[in-house]
């Protein structure tokens, strides 16, 4: 496991993908999944369908379409793990 992931996954809620990290989060009737690769220090979010959406299929969300909190905690957790949380904000 590349020393990136695995700093993450020491952070809360954050697991392994192989070159990829990844967390649930849950807010109000919101839910997403984040993740990091390490290969090109990229974060992504996607809208992830709730209990009541269950035929939903999950679907990428452009950065300025997440929530301020949401994302500060991502650049917390980046940076709690050593990871450079500006990469947070890098666009594809």
Known sequence: MREPIAALVRQEG???EGAAA???Y???N???AVEFYAESAHVLYWSVP???DEGGTAAP???DGVPGPLRQ???DDLDE???DPSVERRDL
Do not use: K, N, Q
């Open 14 to 16: 954050w697991r392994a």
């Open 73 to 75: 905690r991502v650049r």
């Open 50 to 52: 709730t209990d009541e």
């Open 81 to 83: 793990a050593g990871i």
């Open 26 to 28: 849950e807010g109000g």
């Open 30 to 32: 919101d839910r997403y």
């Open 61 to 63: 969300v452009p950065r």
């Open 22 to 24: 990844r967390v649930h």
